[in-house]
């Protein structure tokens, strides 16, 4: 019989499926239910850096209009003194104490100052690791792409320095090269890299003529883009790579195993269906594994990373003429 157990960052899961950061784990009492529905660990809902910088703007202009900015200057750059800052800790220590299994903290930042503390203070809450969830949208044409890059390496490596749980960087696909800054963040100490985070879209309102926002959910083509840079870099990093995006069944946990990743961060399928979907995605797995004779993940794991395909060029081709001719 299958044997789904894997490890992340040290981490031991019963399965590779992860619940990804999202409002799925925003509470304690749906956690507790992803783990009731088989989930290997949850990463929680981020703190989010834009959220905690409006929550300090709101506190500075109340302590000006009250006379007290001296005082404030003392607590400033502390994210626990901070209301949103602390009930994040909080979420964090009642997850820890009420799941088996591994609760992981996500910190949506872009900068390093004070993430380092806070880093400190999610290890003393109980977090089993901490995934730093890095997406920094610049329209600068002056700010240069080695500017920007620097910012991610720094939140990184402030986090790293400050904790001694594991931590992964969860990235963005639209770097001119993904590769390296997946060994950028091997060199900062990260553990684990997530390949990729899902950045919000905005839209138009065409009636109102307004510009809207809303819930971007992956679709189940969209692991392909995944797909390859794992089977490409799964044998050249030293650190664990998570594959997410366009998760949506077992085959696609499958394939990403094939190229390498050791385990899968799920959300939008469970939007879209129910915590149930869990179990179908992992019994799917199962009996594939029973079917092809794997008794282990470790069996098939990087079966198809790139130097072990048999046409490993096409992993790095971007075009296919043949596609088109006669169209």
């Known amino acids: 019989m299958a044997k789904l157990d894997t490890s992340y960052m040290g981490l031991k899961l019963d399965n590779p499926l992860i619940v990804g950061s999202s409002g799925i784990t925003s509470t304690l009492e749906v956690v507790k239910r992803c783990e009731d529905a088989g989930a290997g660990a949850v990463v929680l809902r981020s703190v989010f850096e834009d959220e905690v910088r409006r929550e300090y703007e709101s506190a500075v202009r109340a302590h000006m209009r009250a006379g007290h900015m001296e005082a404030f200057t003392y607590q400033q750059p502390d994210l626990i003194n901070l209301k949103g800052g602390q009930q994040y800790l909080e979420l964090v220590n009642e997850a820890t104490s009420a799941l088996a299994i591994p609760v992981i903290a996500s910190i949506n930042c872009f900068a ?47 986090v790293v320095r400050n904790t001694k749980v594991p931590v992964a960087a969860k990235l963005p696909p639209y770097f001119t090269n993904v590769a390296q800054m997946a060994f950028q963040m091997e060199l900062d100490g990260a553990a684990g890299v997530v390949m990729f985070n899902r950045p919000f879209l905005p839209d138009f309102d065409i009636e109102s003529i307004e510009l809207k926002g809303g819930v ?58 129910d915590l149930a979907r869990i179990q179908e995605m992992l019994r799917t797995v199962a009996e594939w594994m029973d079917r092809h004779e794997f008794d282990t993940l470790a069996d098939f794991r990087g079966k198809l990373a790139q130097p072990k395909t048999d046409l490993p060029h096409l992993l790095e081709k971007t075009q296919y003429s043949r596609l088109y001719m006669g169209l």
């Open 112 to 158: 390093a100052r004070s993430w380092g503390q806070y880093a400190r203070d999610l290890e003393k809450a109980g977090a089993k690791a901490i995934e730093v969830n890095l997406h920094e949208f610049t329209a600068s044409a002056v700010r240069s792409a080695e500017n920007v890059e620097g910012t991610y390496s720094e939140a990184v490596s402030a």
């Open 216 to 273: 971007s959910l992956s679709q189940p083509g969209d692991y392909k883009t995944t797909l390859r840079w794992v089977s490409l870099l799964s044998s050249r990093l030293g650190l664990d790579i998570c594959a997410s995006g366009g998760i949506h069944d077992g085959q696609a946990i499958i394939k990403q195993i094939l190229a390498g990743a050791r385990a899968v961060q799920v959300v939008s399928a469970l939007y879209r269906m």
